[in-house]
């Protein structure tokens, strides 16, 4: 334990084992920051991870516009107090980091899912989505949410496939009658 706090204080996480007051609300205000911006967050139990894995799950998130934090759980509540995260403050309980998508509401579930595959320690506890609380069980179904390019191509395609189709309906009857005239002049000219 203490050769993990004094490897997250070579990170920069850890500047003192307790807080002064000031430092506390700045954490408080980040948070609170973070929440007013966020999509969705995810609560993940991390206990067991080395300080090289947190480093590559944080980079992992950056690279998709994601933020991860630790915080202390009286802190967290004290953040989402008065956000639509102020219903996972029963479910924040244990060493737990937070995930934030901002843009992408999958895209934090997306990086919890992957990582979790190849580290087991990464246990989801809870997940906000749109003001309320979903079981963990539930990550599965927010990283298969497409992005946001890519529901707009769903949607497009949506609106496509009706034109498209009655395009098509409509040219299968000239298409038959070009196609009999051709081989009608090919009949003729091989006779």
């Known amino acids: 334990m203490v050769q993990t706090l004094w490897a997250w204080a070579k990170l920069g996480e850890i500047t003192n084992m307790s807080l002064n007051f000031t430092q506390k609300q700045a954490v408080v205000s980040e948070v609170n920051e973070l929440a007013a ?5 995810i609560a993940a139990e991390y206990i067991g991870l080395s300080v090289g894995q947190m480093t590559e799950l944080r980079a ?3 690279e998709q516009g994601v933020s991860v934090r630790v915080v202390k759980n009286t802190l967290a509540r004290r953040a989402f107090e008065g956000t639509e995260f102020e219903c996972i403050n029963e479910s924040l309980k244990g060493p737990l980091l937070l995930v934030f998508s901002n843009e992408d509401p999958g895209a934090g579930a997306r990086i919890v899912q992957d990582f979790s595959k190849e580290n087991e320690k990464l246990v989801t506890r809870a997940i906000v989505l749109s003001g309320k609380l979903r079981p963990a069980e539930d990550l599965a179904i927010l990283a298969k949410m497409p992005t946001l390019d ?3 191509a769903q949607f497009l395609s949506v609106l496509k496939a009706p034109q498209t189709n009655l395009v098509k309906v409509l040219a299968a009857p000239s298409g038959q009658f070009v196609r009999v005239l051709s081989a009608y002049a090919t009949e003729q000219a091989s006779a």
């Open 60 to 62: 992992k998130a950056r």
């Open 150 to 152: 890519g529901a707009r």
């Open 37 to 41: 911006k966020a999509e969705t967050t």
